[in-house]
């Protein structure tokens, strides 16, 4: 069911929420947390049906915020759905005028009792999560550098104002490229004296793996530019030979280590839902991230 609501306030959109889901059958959902979605008019119709995909492995209360302009008298409308195209729920909440400079107010009653909350920003974040207003009210906070105009500055801002809880998702997108990193030293007896990764100029998934190589291997690593935007090859360089990761299709690549067979193996791109929805397998904080954006801050 959907509601619309115009001029509107919380306590109103709560109610509305109690009748979307007595219309719906459902006076008790099983959902696991709340997803603040933090986005502009731009993005927000993408942003909200990646979010619906997300909740069905995770059911959740989805709120978009979308902030306005900030002159004028405070506004807010809403849209309130239960049951439409997904297992949870959403709010969608435009907010205007001097109503801005405090949303955490309109979205704080409407957040799930007893229950993590977690704000994603699909575009432009602010340059310190944490201590934003909305940001303050989630246990977690995702940021995406590579959807702004200028990636590896937007990942180096919210890195320099790190706090344990936030993740930007350049980071998820190297999981993949971990795993194979990891299992290709595993399989490997020689000690890695340097590497190389080659990558297109600005990314910052790129820039976060030569970092998480560096701290974790203790070596230096170079970084060459492709004429593709993804990453392209990681090699590792030991006595005994190469390490070497190296991308051959959209969905594949070259795993070679020295004294084995090279063989194809899958590395295939992934939506933005299934990088959200690894990010909410784990609420706590991440050491590793941690530890690899201080190095990268540190080199830079």
């Known amino acids: 069911m959907e509601i619309a609501l ?23 959902m099983d959902m696991v947390l709340t997803l603040l979605v933090v986005t502009d008019d731009d993005n927000v119709a993408e942003a909200l049906k990646t979010a619906t995909i997300l909740s069905r492995e995770h059911p959740s209360r989805v709120i978009g915020v979308i902030l306005g302009d900030g002159r004028g008298a405070a506004r807010l409308n809403a849209k309130v759905r239960v049951g439409v195209n997904s297992s949870g729920e959403s709010i969608l909440l435009r907010i205007s005028g001097e109503l801005t ?132 090859s990681v090699a590792l360089h030991t006595p005994e030979g190469d390490v070497l990761i190296e991308r051959i299709t959209a969905h594949s690549c070259h795993f070679s280590v020295p004294g084995s067979s090279p063989r194809e193996v899958p590395l295939g791109p992934r939506t933005l839902a299934e990088l959200l929805a690894e990010d909410l397998r784990r609420l706590d904080a991440d050491d590793v991230y941690a530890a690899t954006i201080a190095h990268m801050l540190g080199e830079s």
């Open 101 to 232: 400079k405090h949303a955490e107010s309109v979205v704080l009653p409407l957040l799930l009792p007893d229950s993590p909350v977690v704000v994603w920003w699909p575009g432009k974040a602010p340059a310190s999560p944490s201590e934003d207003a909305i940001g303050r009210l989630a246990r977690r906070r995702l940021t995406d550098a590579e959807a702004t105009d200028s990636p590896i500055r937007a990942l180096k801002a919210v890195a320099r104002h790190y706090e344990p809880g936030d993740t930007d998702l350049s980071w998820t997108r190297l999981t993949p490229w971990r795993a194979l990193l990891a299992a290709a030293l595993d399989q490997s007896d020689g000690k890695v004296t340097s590497g190389t990764v080659v990558a297109g100029k600005g990314n910052p998934a790129a820039t976060l793996l030569v970092a998480w190589l560096e701290s974790r291997l203790k070596v230096s690593i170079t970084t060459k530019h492709s004429d593709t935007p993804q990453i392209h």
């Open 6 to 28: 115009e001029k509107t306030n919380s306590s109103s959109i709560a109610r509305a929420m109690v009748k979307a889901r007595m219309a719906a059958g459902s006076p008790a």
